[in-house]
């Protein structure tokens, strides 16, 4: 069984603006990475991406941007819990995964955000991780959506 997972939302907002949102360490850092994002995401580069939920910074392969279109990233692999789970460990792996954003125009104006996840490993416990990262990456989306559309940082004190 391949471990992969794909979710998706559509945002109220151009595709550019959705775009940036996640593009723009600035902007991601207001409702996304509560610990700070440093770096752009643009192609080839390594970004530091924190949160108060996974403490300490870690880096972030960026493979691929096409802008307005995709991102394709790279990070390390766990093989355990989720951290944000009370009393829960993270077991580091010696691989990474691959995470695929597409950002696609809807007729209507608004746009539709895929995120797609694979390269787990077939154990238990990437198994646990990619559930966790499931999780997360929906999370994201619901912030991305309330950020973008309301203003509202969603992630604010949820976890500490």
Same mark, same amino acid.
């Given at each position: 069984?391949?471990?992969?997972?794909?979710?998706?939302?559509?945002?109220?907002?151009?595709?550019?603006?959705?775009?940036?949102?996640?593009?723009?360490?600035?902007?991601?850092?207001?409702?996304?990475?509560? *610990?700070?994002?440093?770096?752009?995401?643009?192609?080839? @580069? !390594? $970004? =530091?991406?924190? &949160?108060?939920?996974?403490?300490?910074?870690?880096?972030?392969?960026?493979?691929?941007?096409?802008?307005?279109?995709?991102?394709?990233?790279?990070?390390?692999?766990?093989?355990?819990?989720?951290?944000?789970?009370? *009393?829960?460990?993270?077991?580091?792996?010696?691989?990474? @995964? !691959? $995470? =695929?954003?597409? &950002?696609?125009?809807?007729?209507?104006?608004?746009?539709?955000?895929?995120?797609?996840?694979?390269?787990?490993?077939?154990?238990?416990?990437?198994?646990?991780?990619?559930?966790?990262?499931?999780?997360?990456?929906?999370?994201?989306?619901?912030?991305?959506?309330?950020?973008?559309?309301?203003?509202?940082?969603?992630?604010?004190?949820?976890?500490?």
């Amino acid at each position: 069984m391949e471990l992969k997972f794909r979710v998706a939302a559509r945002i109220a907002r151009p595709v550019h603006e959705v775009f940036e949102a996640v593009a723009d360490p600035r902007q991601l850092s207001r409702y996304f990475t509560t *610990g700070g994002a440093q770096g752009r995401i643009e192609t080839g @580069t !390594t $970004v =530091t991406w924190d &949160f108060l939920d996974f403490p300490g910074a870690f880096p972030v392969y960026v493979i691929e941007v096409v802008p307005n279109e995709r991102i394709v990233l790279e990070w390390d692999a766990s093989e355990g819990e989720a951290p944000n789970v009370e *009393g829960a460990e993270s077991v580091g792996a010696d691989y990474r @995964t !691959t $995470v =695929t954003m597409t &950002f696609k125009p809807l007729e209507d104006g608004r746009t539709l955000v895929e995120i797609a996840e694979e390269g787990w490993r077939e154990n238990q416990g990437a198994l646990k991780a990619s559930y966790g990262n499931c999780q997360g990456w929906s999370q994201m989306l619901c912030a991305l959506k309330a950020w973008l559309e309301h203003g509202i940082n969603l992630r604010e004190g949820m976890y500490k």
